[in-house]
């Protein structure tokens, strides 16, 4: 099956669940974090990431109820495995690292820590907490690190309920244009 028809699909079955606790589906927490980084000016390949930074949760349907009992099944992992298999680095690797940007903005900003919503401060501490500065600095070192902190502030202001995307079709098409791998 076609890496795009297996996505459409993950976002059919799962899209419309809640996302993590928050007010808005995974589908709309998705597409917003997409056109937020459209919007910016991103790249495809970031663009793509964007889109399906939490492909880990749609593809493991548990992988959500585990998060809400406390457990982490690592969906950025689960997803940047997906992903790799079809997707460029440039993908897969902003996705594997999107959740260890959250503990890196952590640590080198302040004020970050307080604008998470409660659910994600929450999964915060699932996650491992905030990075030490020797994390921290090793962190900003790695291919995609930059990339990855600027998804992870798109996914922080991808929960508004109501906000208006253009569709998923409309995002599939530019990840179309990314894809390695049938």
């Known amino acids: 099956m076609d890496v795009l028809d297996v996505i459409r699909k993950c976002f059919a079955v799962t899209g419309p669940l809640p996302y993590a606790g928050e007010a808005v589906t995974q589908a709309q927490h998705a597409l917003q974090c997409a056109h937020s980084a459209e919007s910016s000016g991103a790249s495809d390949t970031l663009i793509t990431a964007a889109l399906l930074h939490d492909i880990g949760h749609m593809i493991d349907k548990d992988d959500e109820r585990l998060a809400l009992n406390g457990v982490d099944a690592r969906h950025e992992r689960q997803g940047a ?93 530019i990840a179309a244009k990314t894809v390695t791998a049938p």
């Open 81 to 173: 495995e997906f992903l790799q298999a079809s997707f460029p680095p440039s993908v897969s690797e902003p996705v594997r690292l999107h959740v260890a940007a959250k503990a890196f903005l952590c640590a080198i900003d302040p004020e970050y820590h307080g604008g998470l919503s409660p659910v994600s401060r929450r999964s915060l501490e699932l996650q491992g907490g905030t990075m030490r500065e020797a994390d921290a600095d090793a962190f900003r070192k790695l291919p995609f690190a930059e990339d990855a902190v600027l998804l992870r502030r798109w996914d922080d202001r991808a929960k508004e309920v109501g906000r208006e995307t253009p569709p998923l079709e409309h995002f599939l098409a």
